[in-house]
Nanobody, 124 residues
């Protein structure tokens, strides 16, 4: 059974930092794209960042570019999201996802495996 488990969420003041982790089990995703999406209350799930397995290429939503860093440790089958200079509008449930088939990297519907999400709350 494939599982993605996120951790690292919590409450942080505006301007602070958090590091989210997503550890996979049941299969290896080292050659696949892994991404972080987020969903705030009353809003649709939106793309935040992705990293492509074979090349290590990264891409970010404009809203987080320059503040968030996605990375992966294939030996640990883990993807990280370092979030710096957090803003109240970054508050959301953050989901880790893995895409193993073709599809647009920036659409949630292209991802085949999802974690349960981890809550990030940013106080102003």
């Amino acid at each position: 059974q494939v599982q993605l488990v996120e951790s690292g969420g919590g409450l942080v003041q505006a301007g602070g930092s958090l590091r989210l982790s997503c550890t996979a089990s049941g299969r290896t995703f080292s050659s696949d794209a892994m991404a972080w999406f987020r969903q705030a209350p009353g809003k649709e799930r939106e793309f935040a960042a992705l990293i492509i397995g074979n090349t290590g290429t990264t891409s970010y939503a404009d809203s987080v570019k320059g503040r968030f860093i996605i990375s992966r440790d294939n030996a640990r089958n883990t993807v990280y999201l370092r979030m710096n200079s957090l803003k109240p509008e970054d508050a959301a449930v953050y989901y880790c996802a893995a895409k193993v088939y073709s599809g647009n990297y920036y659409y949630a519907t292209a991802y085949n495996y999802w974690g349960q999400g981890t809550q990030v709350t940013v106080s102003s």
